[in-house]
């Protein structure tokens, strides 16, 4: 199996502030690296496909990079509805296999 | 609007059956790749199994392999998991969710809350 792993775990920033999250794949997958945000008791919302597209409907400040097995989730400038929980997942090959998250909250 | 609703019996004991339904609606169900991934409380998510859009193909997570059933009935729109001689371990919300093509997950349903508890 492809193991996925993000950093960091956690992270505490600012509105306003740059973010990124980075994500490892432990073999090539191309680019095939999709990134979801999750907040709480909520189903996980698609936020960018194949490691660079943006899913329709969110906002423009979220942007992906990567390939091959180092990818990458910016957010240009945090705002107060970005606080949740990010994970990478690739869609390479089955069983498909998501990072363990990272948790961005408030400073 | 595309619309992903999960329903089914959430309690069982160790060693219990459930099976959750997932209606599909808003969308081309037969030609959509469609999955279960859960989530434990507190946890991360994981995938759990996958159907193919021409129902020729199968797959299981290696933890549930052999106990859960995933099948799908294109006339209803709807998609199953079978879970067989659950564990307090598959305690988890599931998600069904649609696989668009090279598209990631892009529609998840709300979720249901299964529990395995004596």
């Known amino acids: 199996d492809i193991q996925m792993t993000q950093s960091p775990s956690s992270l505490s920033a600012s509105v306003g502030d740059r973010v990124t999250i980075t994500c490892r794949a432990s073999?090539?997958?191309?680019?095939?690296l999709n990134w979801y945000q999750e907040k709480p008791g909520k189903a996980p919302n698609l936020l960018i496909y194949?490691?660079?597209s943006l899913q329709s409907g969110v906002p423009s400040r979220f942007s992906g990079s990567g390939s091959g097995t180092d990818f990458t989730l910016t957010i240009s400038s945090l705002q107060a509805e970005d606080f949740a929980t990010y994970y990478c997942?690739?869609?390479?090959?089955?069983?498909?296999?998501f990072g363990q998250g990272t948790k961005v909250e408030i400073k | 609007e595309v619309q992903l609703v999960e329903s089914g019996r959430t309690l069982a004991q160790p060693g219990g059956s459930l099976r959750l339904s997932c209606a599909a609606s808003g969308l081309t169900f037969s030609n959509s790749w469609m999955h279960w991934v859960r989530q434990a409380p507190g946890r991360g998510l994981v995938w759990v199994s996958r159907f193919n859009s021409d129902g020729s193909v199968t797959n299981y997570a290696d933890s549930v392999k052999g106990r859960f059933t995933i099948s799908r009935d294109n006339a209803k729109n709807t998609l199953y998991l079978q879970m067989n001689s659950l564990r307090a371990e598959d305690t988890a919300v599931y998600y069904c969710?649609?696989?668009?093509?090279?598209?990631?997950?892009?529609?998840w349903g709300q979720g249901t809350l299964v529990t395995v508890s004596s």
């Open positions: 194949t490691a660079s």
């Open positions: 073999q090539s997958i191309s680019s095939y």
């Open positions: 969710v649609r696989e668009g093509a090279g598209r990631g997950m892009d529609y």
């Open positions: 997942q690739q869609s390479y090959t089955t069983p498909r296999t």
